[in-house]
C-alpha cells in the first residue's frame, strides 16, 4: 500500500538473524529492571498497609455502632478486622519479599 510520501509499507517484518542476543526473561510485575520491580512490590505493600487501615477503622466504627444503636455488627465487625490483619500480614510478607529480593542485588564481596 502506497503512503502519501510515496513509500510504501511493508507487509511483512524481517527475518530475525541469527546472531541476535538471547531476550532477557520478561517480569511479571511489567517492569523494565530490578530497581522498578522493587519500587512495584513497594507500592503494593503500601497498598496493602492502606486497604489494612481502612478495614481496622471499619472495625471500629462498626462496634461503636453496633454498642449505641440496635444495629447488629458482630458479624461484619469480626470479618473486616480479620480482613484487615490478614492485609497486615501480607504486607509484612511483601516487605520481606522485598527486603530479600533487594539484599540480593546488593554486591556484598566487593566490600572486601
Given at each position: 500500500?502506497p503512503?502519501?510520501?510515496?513509500?510504501?509499507?511493508?507487509?511483512?517484518?524481517?527475518?530475525?538473524?541469527?546472531?541476535?542476543?538471547?531476550?532477557?526473561?520478561?517480569?511479571?510485575?511489567?517492569?523494565?529492571?530490578?530497581?522498578?520491580?522493587?519500587?512495584?512490590?513497594?507500592?503494593?505493600?503500601?497498598?496493602?498497609?492502606?486497604?489494612?487501615?481502612?478495614?481496622?477503622?471499619?472495625?471500629?466504627?462498626l462496634?461503636?455502632?453496633?454498642?449505641?444503636?440496635?444495629?447488629?455488627?458482630?458479624?461484619?465487625?469480626?470479618?473486616?478486622?480479620?480482613?484487615?490483619?490478614?492485609?497486615?500480614?501480607?504486607?509484612?510478607?511483601?516487605?520481606?519479599?522485598?527486603?530479600l529480593?533487594?539484599?540480593?542485588?546488593?554486591?556484598?564481596?566487593?566490600?572486601?
Open positions: 500500500m503512503w502519501r510520501d510515496g513509500s510504501r509499507a511493508s507487509s511483512t517484518a524481517p527475518a530475525p538473524s541469527r546472531s541476535a542476543p538471547a531476550k532477557a526473561p520478561t517480569r511479571t510485575c511489567g517492569c523494565a529492571s530490578s530497581r522498578n520491580c522493587t519500587a512495584c512490590a513497594f507500592a503494593g505493600c503500601i497498598a496493602l498497609l492502606t486497604l489494612c487501615a481502612f478495614l481496622i477503622g471499619l472495625t471500629i466504627i462496634l461503636f455502632l453496633g454498642e449505641t444503636t440496635a444495629f447488629r455488627s458482630n458479624w461484619s465487625a469480626v470479618v473486616s478486622f480479620l480482613l484487615g490483619v490478614g492485609c497486615f500480614l501480607l504486607a509484612l510478607l511483601c516487605f520481606l519479599a522485598e527486603t529480593f533487594a539484599t540480593r542485588l546488593l554486591d556484598f564481596h566487593g566490600l572486601k
